[in-house]
Structure formats: structure tokens, C-alpha cells
């Protein structure tokens, strides 16, 4: 999700990055993947069609995340903008059972 190799337009399917977290050495299934629109602070102010989910701040900041309700499984980009993962440190959870 590097906005150098990302374009306008471009839909994200969760099926292709499930297969790429698979290709992890040590992952054995993945069950669950959670996108969410982050907005405020240092993230644009954008709200994409398919953020639907509850709006929650972020505790202690000015930002709010929204889940994205998946169509078909994926999340279509639109002519204005593009996805990225800004602060990858922050931006990624996971969750190991």
C-alpha cells in the first residue's frame, strides 16, 4: 500500500491480501481482516462510500476511525483518491490466537 506503487481508482480485495499475509512464514490461516477510514490528524479528512461502520475516536488524539463494510469482498477506490497504510507502525494490528 505504497502510494508510489498504488494508483487513483484502484479497488483493494481482501482476498489478495489474505494471500499475502499466508505467504508469511509461520501464518497458517488467516480468519478475519478489519479495514477501517481514518480520518483527522494527520490522515485526510476523506471518508470513502463503504466507511459505514461505527465512528470512534481514538482516544487521546483528534482522529476517528470508521470500519469499512466490504462489497464482494473488497473495497473499491474512487477517481479522487487512493488507499495507503500512512503509518504502518500505527495502522496495523494484529492478532495472534
Known amino acids: 500500500m ?3 506503487k498504488w494508483t487513483f481508482n484502484q479497488n ?3 482476498s489478495q491480501i ?3 499475509l499466508k505467504n508469511i512464514p509461520g501464518i497458517v490461516n488467516v480468519v478475519d481482516i478489519r479495514t477501517y477510514n481514518m480520518e483527522g490528524g494527520n490522515y485526510s ?3 470513502i462510500p463503504q466507511a459505514i461502520g461505527s465512528r470512534l475516536s481514538v482516544i487521546g488524539t483528534s482522529i476517528y476511525r470508521t470500519e469499512i463494510q466490504y462489497v464482494d469482498n473488497a473495497v ?3 477517481s479522487v ?3 495507503e497504510i500512512k ?3 500505527n495502522d496495523i494490528k494484529i492478532r495472534v490466537a
Open 2 to 4: 505504497n502510494i508510489n
Open 12 to 14: 483493494i480485495y481482501i
Open 18 to 20: 489474505t494471500d499475502i
Open 45 to 47: 479528512n476523506t471518508l
Open 76 to 78: 473499491f477506490g474512487s
Open 81 to 83: 483518491s487512493m488507499f
Open 87 to 89: 503509518f504502518p507502525d
